[in-house]
């Protein structure tokens, strides 16, 4: 009872980020792109619940083989849970663990998927026709996000492996960023980004206030992304990842500030709220096997990367408007592979999987596996996703539209309207 | 002690609507109307408080008639809830069902009654004088939403017939649609809106940051609104609903934005929020009693009639500001008619009342009778208090006011002024 | 583990309140100066969790003398809650009344922490070097705050006194409004605040939209400030706690706009929305102690001390752009008092401290002395503080950077810059 009390909470707690990549992404960006970010932002959710109820939960938690699941679709197989009594019988076994309704763990699940879609349409912004980013939204929250997820969560070879991925540092927050890299050199960069001279061009954001609205909701949503994930109100591991959460997000924002501060002589908002978010895409697979002195070095470390890979993606000319790869690539991978550095029997998560790196679990050498295998497919099936959407229905907005602005040309309704003087 | 938990936690996720209807209404309006329209959804909820606490709720769910009830003026009428061991002890036994203390009783269903009455904000807007809204507030949380609430959630005639609205499709969206209804037949269309040539002039919100922000916060509220009318903490009852609830809005999303792309050729952006919310209109009534494949097509069905509905009104010259009859009356009527049509006993709150199209509970029957019913008495105690009110205290603020902005003569302050210089 | 959830869910809430304090400072202050504001209220709460962490909770919580705890750094003292069947093992006694997992107490406390220091940032805004902001945000939340806070909730002197404040009147928000009172008295008024001609010139704040939400968040976040306080699901006590709560920022509402309808001849938005928060100010202490009707009187009262607050202060020239000494100085020390006047032992909360009046428990006396010491100490501390961080980093912009906006120079980062036209 409390359990699903606890897993629906956290879950709306997680939806509710959509609000907060929807803001931090508009903001980042141009007034006259704003009403299309807001708009994809609205309806990718939808489209993922739809993609994700007909076959994406299936294809990751249900029955299978190693690579994926082929039962339980339509979230509708057989399922005993919450159990009494008795093992576990259905089609679900993956999720057995947890004690909740089945629709509870779909729900949970649904709002996770979400996630990794929205990443992507901060990579993509300011550039890509509206329906060409709700087609990829179907195949990736369908097919693609679930196949590397029942590697790591639904009992595929990963699982098998040793590797271990809390909240989703590699399942959501890479595998987001993985699939946005493709969209972005599919796409190329933003008409003026570049110039031809070698410079970069900084394109400002329209509203700091969006920017930092997002950046909390972000934050609270956050509360729910990593305690929730015990999928159980277990007291003592939802204080711990509480506090490993919050400890490491803290410390990223103070890393990030002090090194946007040095580096680019300004303590730089953006990347203040940029290091915030990479910190806490950082803690979220080892949230719950790492001390608290460890989260917030990984934290630390979190906000420093986000910086510099901010600073790498311009040189490569890979124009990533609102730096989602340097938050959930980058520091993705990294927090992915810091559970192989830091995790510890004593964390109340780590105890239940037993000895971390003495063990086999949790090791360096399967965090690295994971977090290059998900990454190879995830960004293979992207690319080639991208490019036959490219091909079939185009890509990018024509030149002068984008120079107008997508609200024109694709959403017909400016977000920021002057005034209309009745007469 | 979980339910009292979830009925609070759950209260407070309907509490946060408010921000929600204030940032859909002002954003789908103009800047010079911003501080009037942010005001009013912010007092709304103070005067509805009062209204309720001292009379609404014991009209509501006060032992009394089939008509309205008639015991525990101020919340303080006897009552032994939490029942410990013994039958209920009170005069609130329509509300015994649920073993919640009292005054969590109340807090959950004043929520409820503030959400009618911020719908009619919307309908009134950009023309009416404040005071005036604050009024109507009065009237309608104080007497007219607590009696036809009585009739179906108080034990009154409704009930009795079997009529079924488990989240109040009718109670609460409904009465707030036809309130609004009366106040616009009063109140006359905005100046400009329809053209003595016929043709309608559309009239763009100043924000579609405040619109994409209000229509996360309000899909985020509905997570409170029907998983919580269970008023206790089921598993499987508060699972179901919030599955239910959450794809009807995906459905509606997705239907809306297709038909307002295929008859306004383009995806329009106010469309899909506006689908968002009929589809969690529509679901509210049937979402503990349908299946989850009854609750998708309720949605799409909601995201098409919202589209027609808000042509329809505009033909009709009834000028709606930000769309809230067509989501909130239309949808609130189509989802309580709704539950007539999919309602099975299978789903969690069906099994709790018996056999539905077989038994007679929520028969199409009971439905429609309900539905317009309440429409018939919700829209007739308003149109009466409209008038006195328009006598009275005046309704409509002065043409030159309503030309320069409610800001200006209503406010005597501008949401968005120009930085003053000092100097 | 219900407690744990209680606990972990509200605290969220207050964590939100973050956002709420964000949006209202930015939407009454000027658009030049917003990306400051805001990055202000971003990163306080990090540099408030690295000191509570490191210090503040052994101060506040650990066990030592009646001034001050000594024991518990880096949260890393003996603890065995939840306990199980045994007396108190640890060195944080004197929270050993809940049974909540030391790190949930930890995270509880921080986030109210943090609003303190946050209230300091509306006080100096505008005019405040950003740095200089951090550092005091050290000092108030390592130092000066849990010494005050060890009086009242860790066993020391004031405790043993028999002076009670539920949720934190004086704690929290009379402690930040003293700490940024002595802040406005180094700091001097913003330029063009006061004339030489003795007027008193309005500076109107840049977004409406930002107060109407800020506003909504802090309300919405106070049901985890007092309700949670209880830091255990007591459903006779939560419901409680959270009618009154709501039913004080009611009164105050209605009562503020009323007040400032009579004396500046229009509804101030504005106050409005301060007369929300005095009134949640106002029953912060005094919540679990106090019946529904004197929670709406303390309320009424709130409001209109809020109007003439803000009135007395401009009258003296203490520069308050936001009018957070009104609503958190004043009203923090009313609500403090009201516990002496309105406390009775029929009160959930009552109950368990016994009779109030009567037993010298929450006396008129008792809670005199301690806002008096209170405020003498925070006050005391802060100047020092701030004349120690004046006199080294410096504290105010210059002159031309104040004119400009603090966007420009401190932070190199406009927070609406026009779109750029891509060439």
Chains 1, 2, 3 share one sequence.
Request: some cysteine; overall charge negative.
């Amino acid at each position: 009872m409390v359990d699903t009390l606890w897993v629906l909470m956290t879950a709306f707690l997680v939806f509710w980020m959509n609000a907060g990549f929807g803001c931090v992404e508009s903001g980042l960006c141009r007034a006259k792109n704003t009403t299309n970010i807001l708009a994809k932002n609205f309806v990718v959710f939808a489209f993922s619940a739809i993609a994700y109820w007909i076959v994406g939960f299936a294809i990751m938690f249900g029955d299978g083989n190693s690579f994926m699941g082929l039962a339980g679709w339509l979230v509708g197989g057989a399922d005993n849970s919450p159990a009494i009594g008795d093992t576990y019988q259905g089609v679900y076994s993956s999720l057995n663990w947890t004690g909740v309704p089945l629709l509870a763990k779909f729900f949970f699940q649904l709002v996770f998927a979400g996630t990794a879609a929205t990443i992507v349409s901060g990579c993509v912004a300011e550039r890509i026709h509206y329906k060409s980013f709700m087609v990829f939204t179907l195949i990736l929250v369908g097919l693609s996000y679930p196949i590397t997820g029942h590697w790591i969560w639904g009992g595929g070879w990963l699982a098998a492996m040793g590797m271990r991925d809390f909240a989703g540092s590699t399942v959501v927050h890479a595998v987001g960023g993985w699939s946005g890299l493709a969209g972005i050199l599919v796409l190329g960069p933003r008409i003026g980004k570049y110039k031809s001279d070698g410079t970069v061009q900084t394109i400002p954001g329209h509203s700091m206030a969006l920017v930092f609205l997002g950046g909390l909701i972000l934050w609270l949503g956050w509360f729910g992304f990593n305690p929730g994930s015990t999928m159980a109100a277990d007291p003592g591991a939802i204080a711990h990842v509480a506090m490993t959460t919050n400890l490491a997000c803290c410390a990223a924002i103070i890393s990030s500030t002090l090194m946007a501060w040095i580096l680019l002589g300004k303590p730089d908002f953006s990347m203040t709220v940029n290091g915030a978010l990479a910190g806490l895409v950082a803690i979220t697979a080892p949230c719950a096997y790492v001390s608290i002195m460890s989260s917030a070095i990984i934290g630390l470390i979190a906000g420093l990367i986000v910086v510099l890979a901010v600073i790498f993606f311009d040189k490569r000319k890979i124009d990533d408007p609102v730096g989602a790869l340097s938050v959930h690539l980058v520091n993705g991978m990294w927090g992915t592979i810091a559970v192989g550095l830091f995790a510890t029997a004593d964390a109340p998560g780590g105890g239940a999987d037993g000895l971390f790196n003495g063990g086999g679990i949790g090791s360096l050498t399967a965090q690295l596996v994971g977090t290059f295998a998900v990454g190879a497919f995830a960004f293979g099936v992207a690319f080639i996703a991208w490019s036959i959407i490219k091909a079939i229905l185009g890509m990018r907005v024509d030149p002068e539209d984008e120079m107008r602005g997508l609200d024109h040309s694709e959403m017909g309704m400016e977000a920021y309207p002057v005034d209309l003087t009745a007469e």
